[in-house]
């Protein structure tokens, strides 16, 4: 997304703070407290990234949603305005 080509781009991150599809690859293989470690390491906090400030960072506007409700919102008026945009959709 660069906001130098200004280009009518909205991008939408779904952001679950983890890497939850290798978190269910050791599941699978039946890992258990010996995979503790492994588990540690599929964690994206502390700190949570920042998504909305990195790209407000780089000249982009950003929001963020928490609801789906919001995500609407967002996505409607993102796309209604010109340029690029990101929203940050947290899911639990």
């Known amino acids: 997304m ?3 080509e200004n280009l009518d781009v909205t991008v939408v991150i779904l952001n679950n703070r983890s890497y ?7 599941d699978r293989v039946g890992a258990d407290q010996e995979a503790c470690a492994a588990r540690r390491m599929l ?9 909305v400030a990195l790209s407000m960072g780089m ?5 963020r949603a928490r609801t ?3 995500l609407r919102q967002q ?6 305005e010109p340029g690029p945009h990101l929203i940050e959709a947290v899911l639990a």
């Open 43 to 51: 964690d994206l906090s502390p700190p949570d990234l920042d998504f």
């Open 68 to 70: 789906v409700g919001e």
């Open 59 to 63: 000249g982009v506007p950003a929001s």
């Open 75 to 80: 996505f409607a008026a993102a796309v209604a």
């Open 20 to 26: 939850a599809i290798l978190r269910a690859e050791l």
């Open 2 to 4: 660069n906001p130098r």
